[in-house]
């Protein structure tokens, strides 16, 4: 015995078509983006300007200078009349010149040179003395500015002392003859390159160069500040130390 099943009827919107049905819901492929193309054959693609075009209408204004007073002679001009550098500076080298030779000469020393105390020619010795050492092998820089520093506020100290309050030595000018002074024991680090350590040669070249250092320094001291000449003495005493103990540098 066979049973019959109630099947609902299928009802299609295109009235019973089912193709009908498929071709609606199906989308057509569209075609992708073109941009639009350019009548000028020479033009770059994708592009929506024209270089040519670009270009021809771009103008750039030439640069309009004013006209001023000062021209290339001008300023040429302006150069010739300024000071050289080294006198801006400070920097008198033939002053320089002029002390060191009066140093060279321990007989005769002019001490109106060293009235003007400076720190040029002063720098110029110890770092000649510092480049000396070093070809000996030897790194004396900071020791060398070191010492030199203490030095002369030493002589600073002694010299007030022993002068009171009529003693016008000032620290600058103190520091300044020490500096000048020092130019013979720079040509002993240089002699000492050339003789052997350790012996009796150099032993009595060292003696001679302290001696004359301290001479200078002690007759420029006396005559360049006032109560001087009491305490020569004990002024070349003070100069003796302080030079015997920049000779030990180049000695050891």
Known sequence: MSKEFNVPPV????????????TQQRRLPTAPFQPPRSSNPNSIPFMSFDIGSTAASTSFSAPQFGHNNIGIGGGAAGFEDEPPLLEELGINTKQIWHKTLSILNPVRVKSDLHEDADLSGPFLFLMAFGLFQLLAGKLHFGIILGWVTVASLFLY??????AGRNGNLDLYRCLSLIGYCMLPIVILSAVALFVPQGGAAILAVTG??????TRVCARLLVELASCGDEHRGLIAYACFLIYMLFSLLVIF
């Not at 100290?157 to 022993?162: A, R």
């Not at 001679?208 to 250092?213: D, G, L, P």
């Open 157 to 162: 100290v002694v010299f007030n002392m022993l």
């Open 11 to 22: 009802v299609f919107p295109s009235g019973g078509n089912p193709s009908a049905a498929g």
């Open 208 to 213: 001679v160069f302290v001696i004359w250092s």
